[in-house]
């Protein structure tokens, strides 16, 4: 079973940053793109960041020149710096990763549960 798991989520400032975390965890072989997106109350999941295990990233709009995602392979995790925050970042953010698992020998969408920012005007 392959788990995605979120973490450093929470509250900030207006101006203010959050790092957050995300480890693949469980049986496979290889993990293809990863990648983060985000829900907002009332409004539709959209695409934040994602990168490529060669590190190509790839961004939305609305965060370019704020949010950088990065990986670290051998440790199955992918990370989102979040800097410069707005409220209209307020929503929760999902990890995704396209996996390779043991049980399903097709390359998958896998997804976190999903970890809570808040950001106070």
């Known amino acids: 079973q392959v788990q995605l798991v979120e973490s450093g989520g929470g509250l900030a400032q207006t101006g203010g940053s959050l790092r957050l975390s995300c480890a693949v965890s469980?049986?496979?072989?290889?993990?293809?793109?990863m990648g983060w997106y985000r829900q907002a109350p009332g409004k539709q999941r959209e695409l934040v960041a994602t990168?490529?295990?060669?590190?190509?990233?790839n961004y939305v709009d609305s965060v370019k020149g704020r949010f950088t995602i990065s990986r670290d392979n051998a440790k199955n995790t992918v990370y989102l710096q979040m800097n410069s925050l707005k409220p209209e970042d307020t929503a929760v953010y999902y990890c995704?990763?396209?996996?390779?698992?043991?049980?399903?020998?097709?390359?998958?969408?896998?997804w976190g549960t999903g970890t809570l920012v808040t950001v106070s005007s």
């Open positions: 995704n990763a396209d996996i390779w698992a043991a049980v399903k020998p097709v390359f998958t969408d896998y």
């Open positions: 469980g049986s496979f072989f290889s993990i293809n793109a």
């Open positions: 990168v490529t295990r060669g590190g190509t990233t």
